[in-house]
């Protein structure tokens, strides 16, 4: 059984601190890693995709990727009170285009 | 500007009754797929859908759901007969291969 595994939270930080969002997966063969924010009742919205080992930086996000580790993480600079949200991991690959999604993060940023 | 549309926005439905789920594509593409989010779960694949053909499908999704393209632009899931357990919101996404999906906003299914 394929798992991907994110703490559930909520990761509480306040407004301006670095956000920390961190994701395993089971599958060494995975290929393709994202990150997704959904805010309540809504549907995940693309942050970033993420396809080597080393960092991807985009804005105020930065994802990391570490596949001996089977690790991915997406760290938020400056967070704004609009940050807060559940995140999403979401790996794919391995012979398929399918994305596993873990349980999401909620973050949380006290203004 | 969403990649994908889809319609209802939200379905109430009665206990054994068929639903149909439509998902409109902004643009061409090839990559489609259906995923189904329980409340407070994660987000699960249903099936992908590729060159209009089911390209890959989830043990969950049984003979009770069907997917189709009838007029090669609406895709439709289909749920032949509801259960209490298929309450949920269902998206469909558009991708192309290996690329990001882009979900659309999802349809709030509940089965009473």
């Known amino acids: 059984q394929k798992e991907v595994e994110q703490n559930s939270g909520p990761l509480s930080v306040p407004e301006g601190a670095i956000a920390s969002l961190n994701c395993t997966y089971s599958?060494?063969?995975?290929?393709?890693f994202f990150w997704y924010r959904q805010y309540s009742g809504k549907s995940p919205e693309l942050i970033m995709s993420?396809?080597?080992?080393g960092d991807k930086e985009d804005g105020r996000f930065t994802a990391q990727l570490n596949k001996a580790s089977q690790y991915v993480s997406l760290l938020i600079r400056d967070s704004q009170p609009s940050d807060s949200a559940t995140y999403l991991c979401?790996?794919?690959?391995?012979?398929?285009?399918?994305?596993?999604f873990g349980t999401g993060t909620r973050l949380k940023v006290l203004a | 500007e969403p990649e994908v549309t889809q319609t209802p926005s939200h379905q109430v439905t009665q206990m054994g009754q068929e639903v149909i789920l439509r998902c409109v594509p902004i643009?061409?593409?090839?990559?489609f797929y259906w995923y189904r989010q329980i409340l407070g779960q994660k987000v699960e694949f249903l099936v992908s859908?590729?060159?209009?053909?089911?390209?890959?499908k989830s043990e969950i999704f049984d003979d009770q759901f069907s997917v189709e393209r009838p007029d090669g632009s609406n895709f439709t899931l289909k749920i032949r007969s509801t259960k209490l357990e298929d309450s949920a919101m269902y998206f469909c996404?558009?991708?192309?291969?290996?690329?990001?999906?882009?979900f659309g906003p999802g349809t709030r299914l509940l089965v009473l």
């Open positions: 993420i396809y080597s080992n």
């Open positions: 996404a558009r991708g192309q291969e290996q690329e990001t999906q882009y």
């Open positions: 643009s061409n593409h090839l990559y």
């Open positions: 599958d060494r063969g995975s290929q393709s």
């Open positions: 979401a790996v794919s690959g391995s012979g398929t285009y399918k994305y596993i």
């Open positions: 859908f590729y060159n209009n053909e089911i390209s890959e």
